[in-house]
């Protein structure tokens, strides 16, 4: 039976449709009288979203926290409407919408103290089952991912490339990402003065949007790395645990790899692409690569969760003779 599309994710393509135009007249016609009337039908859908979330607590699908996020929006945005109202119903958005934050941002501290005493393996494990109290679960996966990448970014640069990596099979020292990273700061200043040039006629504030995706950029990459050295593939007790950073995971029993050997020899990047068409590549660019071929299929855990099952894999690796020779060691 083909599963129903709940009514609520129907609001979805009207708000993406309308907040699409609202942008480009932003851009392009600031003083446009549409965008009053866009305006208000994105906080209509807004609404209706809320009373969804509403019912849906009602019926005990959702916890109550998680009406919180979506109620501040249409709070918020009633400014953008409402800027010829009285200083009495300013006020009273102004002291909602502050509550409403309040108790978000206090509500999410608890969370985030409380994750640590949640299960899992992994900090984004803990923090998003803690986070899906106010978004749903993917959101709150991404959100919880991108705060381990931007922690394990600053760690990193305060110090952290000191520290040796943890025991296991590593695939950062021969990565190609290692030696893009010390350039990446003397780019920065180039960067900045292109962006300016290319943009002088945009808004200040989408020049300063453009600057802070530059650094977010950088730190990401920093991140990723810092993430790559922190978590090296396992071989142990009979278990093969694969990662590729915070990017993709995945664990299967050592028995179930029927060979493995380096990626063969292809005459064109066509035939590469042909062969590896499909496969979950667990790689960082750089490293010697291998093909995991198993008897069972699994599943490749990536930023949205569990891929498509695979009974083939690519994996990087520093030492892949040392790899393949620890896959060839009986259990214990």
């Known amino acids: 039976m083909a599963r129903l599309t709940r009514p609520s994710s129907l609001l979805w393509g009207p708000f993406l449709a ?11 016609a600031p003083g446009h009288p549409a965008l009053t009337w866009i305006t208000t039908s994105l906080l209509a859908l807004m609404a209706l979203r809320v009373v969804a979330l509403v019912r849906d607590w009602r019926r005990g699908r959702i916890p109550g926290t998680r009406i919180l996020l979506p109620a501040l929006l249409p709070v918020e945005g009633l400014g953008l409407v409402l800027t010829q109202a009285s200083r009495l119903a300013l006020q ?17 501290v608890r969370a985030l103290r409380n994750a640590r005493s949640l299960p899992g393996a992994w900090p984004e494990d803990r923090i998003a089952a803690a986070f899906e109290a106010f978004v749903p679960p993917r959101a709150a996966r991404l959100m919880a991912l991108e705060l381990v990448m931007l922690g394990s970014a600053f760690r990193f640069l305060l110090g952290g490339f000191r520290e040796a990596a943890p025991a296991g099979f590593t695939h950062h020292r021969e990565a190609a990402l290692r030696a893009i990273l ?3 700061p003397l780019m920065i200043p180039g960067d900045f003065l292109l962006m300016k040039a290319l943009s002088t006629g945009l808004a200040p504030w ?10 977010y950029a950088v730190l990401w ?3 990723l790395y810092a993430t790559l050295k922190a978590r090296p593939h396992q071989i142990r007790e009979g278990c093969v645990q694969l990662h590729l ?21 292809f005459e064109d990047d066509w035939a590469r692409h042909a062969y590896m068409k499909g496969v979950p590549k667990l790689v960082a660019k750089g490293n010697a690569v291998l093909e995991l071929r198993l008897s069972e299929p699994i599943r490749v855990r990536g930023l949205l969760g569990p891929g498509r099952p695979t009974q083939r894999l690519a994996v990087s690796v ?11 060691r009986p259990c214990a």
């Open 18 to 28: 309308l907040g699409g135009v609202a942008l480009a007249l932003r851009l392009r």
């Open 92 to 108: 009273l958005r102004l002291g909602t919408a502050l509550a409403l934050e309040l108790l978000l941002l206090i509500l999410a």
């Open 182 to 184: 010390p350039a990446v």
């Open 206 to 215: 989408l020049r300063w949007l453009l600057h802070g995706s530059t650094v």
């Open 221 to 223: 990459l920093v991140g």
């Open 245 to 265: 950073g915070l990017m993709k995971a995945c664990s299967f029993p050592v028995a179930l790899v029927t060979s493995a050997a380096p990626l063969p020899e």
């Open 318 to 328: 520093d030492a892949p003779s040392a790899f393949l020779a620890a896959l060839d």
